[in-house]
């Protein structure tokens, strides 16, 4: 479910991104997005269980690494895709601003996930949500997008313990749609 668009959103923590349109296409949806990246900022290691993704690079320098891989750098003009399945992370490698041309596809729910994600983020001194906002995302999103460096035995055990408690208390219902297109 995509929320309204266009629509930006700030982690607090060095990345901001606009989400700009939903394309539909004949084999699905492609939503598109710019990225913008503080130096030495950009997501930890996490996966994309149905989504290709593309970035261009208009501004800066790009460091991108996949699960195993060596660290790869794209300039402006280059571009890559990770394809849906491949653990990847990638981060501002210069001294200015990374401004990234983005898409994944299909949509799915990258818009309502980050969305999340970054208001969890915006208001801590870390770049990682709490432990109810992990507990819902991990839930919430399990078949479409994983964060590599929770410990599996956290997300098995721990977090649907959490999520009942979250659900239980009514924490989550800041992230019905209605509240998020506020």
Known sequence: MQLRLPQTINSGHGEMVRFIE????????????????????????????QQEEGFEVKQGVMAYQTSGSDVHHLQVGESTVFEKSVPHRFWNS???ELILVSWAKPAGNLQRYMTIL?????????NTPGLFDAAYLSIQYRGEFDVLDVPRAMKQFVFPVIYWIGRTLGLYRKYEADFLEK
């Open 118 to 126: 970054f208001l969890s983020t915006s208001g801590r001194r870390t």
């Open 94 to 96: 210069s001294d200015e």
């Open 22 to 49: 939903c394309v539909q296409e004949p084999d699905g949806d492609r939503i598109l997005f710019e990225g913008y990246v503080q130096p030495g900022c950009g997501p930890i290691l996490h996966v994309h269980l």
